[in-house]
């Protein structure tokens, strides 16, 4: 059975990842960087299993860095460049890890983190000299590395290759341990369901920290042969461009990203010069409105609505390329993944009927990393219970109604409201607080904070309490105060009638 780091095939000097400013690499000379990449990290001592962090931007030198963790029987730990130091101290703590490889723009904040941790790990900056990784532990070059992958301990099919840390209703985060299977499985899947080919050329502005810009708009592509224009970051206005000069033929998308684009659709070329296969959408639930307005504007029939899971490696469902497609639906289930809509007892229940999103497949996480308990309560029987709340139809289409674990999406990016409580709470003069999130037209959620207070405590004063321990995207945005927040019965606060409150 293939092992993640075999998705990449040094097959030809065809362009593998078109980066900027010009900067190339073919699959050839990718493949070679990941093999320095992997022989590096031996060179430092790391044990098959050790895990190894990345701090980065996009960057190709990230992907061939992941690709050498794979070569290695490492695991690869994408961290969320935009946490704090506190916040990343937690994770790079849970997963023990033992080298961190951070990119120019994140050392300060690396640096601010490390006298937060257990244990100081190996550090590696890349693009500090040049275009080559530098070592600045030691003063050697990934690039000294030796060129030829070096004999060495190979993983197996089910050792873990990725960890992702995912919000969760606990407050802290949980570890999502990947397997070789997982990634590949989920691969085969996406280049399948969306029939990539070695012509294709897709736009990667997604975050290679998060499944959705790493398991789509990479990893499928390269084991397809394409080539995957990379940026290391969205920009509204200078998109289209990017797409018309690179001959883009698809992308990925959030839906806060579509509704910028429709802001900035001035800067956007005539419909007949928009040469786009389809446009995935994911991250957070697209709206019929958002999605009709989109297509009139930019082509009909671009969009393809899917659905995915941290747990679940990729997508799960999708929107079919070809054949009849629902908008407000995430989809049927990609094959030869299962998805059933199951009540609290666990048993399915009928079209049309409310109730939990259940996945099974090649695709389900290997488990939470150092987590039993969360594990054996997500997965039961092979079936994932994720926490969404959706309705099938009879077609086997899927609708999102809402989320039982109360995870914020703010912009593609999961909130755990608990977090947020937890540290408005330590900030003086709050009593309690209780956390929603509040609809809105361009993030799809935003951040509600309702705190209980006996004092004259001012909204500035509780956002300057928050920036100090949350990154920016976690701030509130509106803040109410009250006397009491709304309990039932049995005392737990009501939620829903906090909305009244927004």
Known sequence: ????????????????????????????????LADRFANFFRGLGLDSGDRVSFLCANDPLLVAGY????????????????LTPSELA???????SRCVVVSPEFTEQLNATLPLLNEKPEILAIRSQGDLPFAAHGGEHVGAAPAELQPSWSPDPNDGALLIYTSGTTGMPKGVLL????????????????????????????PQFHTNGLMFSTLPFLAAGGTVILRRRFSATRFWAQCRDNRVNSFSASPTIL???????????????????????????TSVDLANRFESRFGKGLLLETFGLTETTAISTMNPLHGPRKFGSIGRALEPQEVRIADEEGRWLPPETVGEICIR?????????????????????????????????SDGFVYMVGRAKEIIVRG?????????????????????????????????????????????????????????????????????????LPRNAMGKVTKRRLNELF
Not at 67 to 82: C, D
């Open 1 to 32: 059975m293939m092992l993640a780091g075999e998705i990449l095939t040094p097959s030809s000097d065809k362009e593998a990842i078109a980066f900027e400013d010009g900067e190339c690499h073919s699959y050839v000379g990718l493949s070679t």
């Open 90 to 96: 937690y994770i790079l703590n849970h997963a023990q």
């Open 259 to 285: 509704a910028f684009l429709l802001e900035h659709e001035a800067t956007a070329p005539p419909l007949e010069q928009i040469n786009l296969k389809y446009v995935k959408v994911a991250s957070a639930p």
């Open 412 to 484: 593609g990016e999961n909130i755990s409201p608990l977090e947020i409580e937890d540290v408005v709470a330590r900030c003086p003069g709050v009593r309690e607080a209780a956390v929603i999130g509040i609809p809105d037209p361009m993030w799809g959620e935003i951040v509600g904070l309702c705190i209980a207070t006996d004092k004259s405590l001012t909204t500035d004063e509780v956002i300057g309490h928050c920036r100090e321990h949350l990154s920016d995207f976690k701030i509130p945005q509106v803040v109410r105060f009250v006397d009491e």
């Open 179 to 206: 397997s070789h299977h997982n990634v590949v499985s989920a691969v085969s899947y996406v280049r399948r369901g969306f029939e990539i080919g070695p012509e294709d050329r897709t736009l990667c502005v997604m």
């Open 361 to 393: 497949g090649e695709t389900v996480m290997k488990e939470y990393f150092r987590d039993p308990d969360s594990t054996a309560k997500s997965i039961r029987d092979g079936w994932l219970r994720t926490g969404d709340l959706a309705r099938m139809d």
């Open 67 to 82: 690709f050498g963790a794979f070569r290695s029987g490492l695991i690869a730990n994408p961290l969320n460049n935009r």
